[in-house]
């Protein structure tokens, strides 16, 4: 106990030089948490996706292809498939445009089977299969935008030249918030057909089914791609979970490059605390001579050094992985469709505290070792 004191009373002697080291370290790392909380989400989205069984056809092309209407019912005709909907993005501009959220034109009769999890009350529902122009939101979209039941939600075209005017009819509460909207797709489609001599009508944008097992959904994706692969609209047909790690590639090799960036931040920090804790050795000179003669052994000594360096690391790193976690928790709250879960996985959280240890312990290791192998003589003939 009195040898963590003393590790204390050192931490706080040159209290501006550890409070630079601290932030450093803080800073650093909470980009680091961040980001790999990111691809851990990522990760998430497809295993929590994995459970519920729903696939994605989408144009060979990418999102810029069709997925031509009549496709839909094709799919729905499949053996294995429970429900399929068309997932048109519109992307209107919502009032003053400062609120950005999701919105998608779907089924209202099938899209509550597809995502079987998201939960709605049966008259709502009933409500967005009956009325064209109604839409349902998820709760916390609806409490941002101060929605509630009966009002109007006027989306302005920005892809589409076509503005949706929509009754908002229920609110349905999802496993985790995804500031998503829903509108019935074929009111588009109308709307498209008398208004803009038909372009972008017909198209589904992409497609989500569910399929009876998991056992037999390759055996589906591999019947959609190969019965389309010779049309004029050759399909992509995936899972969930992959569909989630395309959009990770389609930021480029970003997970290499994430590593390339905690490696070389990993040895800044290192150097930048290990020069802290060299000029600290260096002040100490004499100090650690007197320890030494009145019978600190030279391993107390090591442990003196390397337990005030791992202190200053681990606390840097307690601060920058809880505000990496603070960050992550902000991103999903403003934008859920980036960071699809809410819950950092606490591997995350855990490297980002070893990282800090291991920081302070390459750091303080070489001043350490001479401050251990100091000669009581040699101490006492320098003047500090």
């Given amino acids: 106990m ?31 948490t961040f980001l790999y909380g990111y691809l851990a989400s990522m990760e998430a989205w497809g295993k929590e996706a994995d459970k519920y069984n729903r696939v994605v056809v989408m144009n060979k092309q990418g999102f810029d292809g069709l997925v031509p209407e009549k496709m839909l019912s094709e799919v729905r005709e499949i053996k294995g498939v429970v429900a399929a909907v068309p997932f048109s993005w519109f992307g209107g501009r919502y009032g003053d445009g400062s609120q950005f959220f999701a919105q998608f034109g779907t089924d209202p009769e099938q899209v509550f089977k597809v995502w079987a999890e998201y939960k709605i009350p049966a008259d709502q529902l009933e409500a967005f299969k ?18 509630k039941i009966g009002d109007r939600v006027r989306l302005q075209g920005t892809y589409y030249n076509f503005n949706l005017d929509l009754k908002l009819v229920g609110v349905y509460d999802p496993p985790e918030t995804t500031l998503s909207l829903f ?7 109308e709307g498209l057909r008398a208004t803009a001599g038909g372009r972008g009508a017909g198209n589904c944008g992409t497609i989500f089914f569910k399929g009876a097992s998991a056992d037999i959904i390759p055996k589906l994706c591999s019947q959609i791609d190969q019965h389309y692969e010779s049309s004029e609209t050759p399909t992509n047909t995936q899972t969930e979970k992959a569909f989630s790690q395309m959009f990770v590639k389609m930021q480029g090799n970003i997970q290499n490059f994430i590593l390339f960036i905690a490696v070389f931040v990993t040895i800044s920090l290192t150097l930048v605390a290990a020069n802290g804790m060299a000029m600290s050795m260096r002040e100490r000179t004499t100090e650690i001579a007197v320890l030494k003669a009145i019978g600190f052994q030279s391993g107390r000594v090591l442990t003196l050094m390397l337990g005030e360096s791992v202190v200053i690391a681990s606390i840097g790193g307690v601060l920058g992985v809880g505000a990496g976690r603070g960050v992550y928790a902000l991103v999903h709250w403003a934008a859920p469709m980036i960071v699809q879960t809410s ?42």
């Fill in 2 to 32: 009195k040898l963590l004191r003393y590790i204390f009373r050192n931490v706080m002697r040159n209290k501006l030089r550890s409070l630079l080291t601290v932030m450093a370290i803080w800073m650093c790392l909470m980009l680091m």
């Fill in 130 to 147: 009956n009325d064209r122009q109604a839409c349902v939101v998820d709760r916390e979209l609806a409490e941002r935008l101060g929605l």
């Fill in 183 to 189: 509108y019935n797709v074929k009111y588009l489609d």
């Fill in 343 to 384: 819950r950092m996985p606490w591997p995350v959280m855990a490297w980002g505290l070893v990282i800090s240890a291991a920081i302070g312990l390459a750091s303080g290791i070489v001043p350490a070792v001479l401050a251990a192998r100091l000669s009581v003589v040699d101490g006492l003939r320098r003047i500090v």
